[in-house]
């Protein structure tokens, strides 16, 4: 059963730094392409980073420059550092992970508050 579990969320001023984490575990890690997504209140779920098993990496155009995904498949985790987080920043982050070999095989995790204040 694959699990993944992300952490790393709370409450943080604006202007300031976070690190979200998101622990993948019942899965062949590596060959995931992991993505972290946000969901706002009263709006749509939004591609936020993703980064594929060969290292590429794809952001959406509001957190470009600000954000960075990675990853460490020793510890299958998929890591996002934010940085000048605005209170627009605020949502619900969620881990996503896809099968590239398999890209109906797609996994949630449950999700972390990300509250920024201004």
């Known amino acids: 059963q694959v699990q993944l579990v992300e952490s790393g969320g709370g409450l943080v001023q604006a202007g300031g730094s976070q690190r979200l984490s998101c622990v993948v575990s019942g899965s062949f890690f590596s060959s995931n392409t992991m993505g972290w997504y946000r969901q706002a209140p009263g709006k749509q779920r939004e591609l936020v980073a993703a980064?594929?098993?060969?290292?590429?990496?794809n952001y959406a155009d509001s957190v470009k420059g600000r954000f960075t995904i990675s990853r460490d498949n020793a510890k299958s985790t998929v890591y996002l550092q934010m940085n000048s987080l605005k209170p627009e920043d605020t949502a619900v982050y969620y881990c996503k992970a896809t099968k590239e070999y398999r890209p109906d095989l797609v996994y949630w995790g449950k999700g972390t508050l990300v509250t920024v204040s201004s």
């Open positions: 980064i594929t098993s060969g290292n590429s990496t």
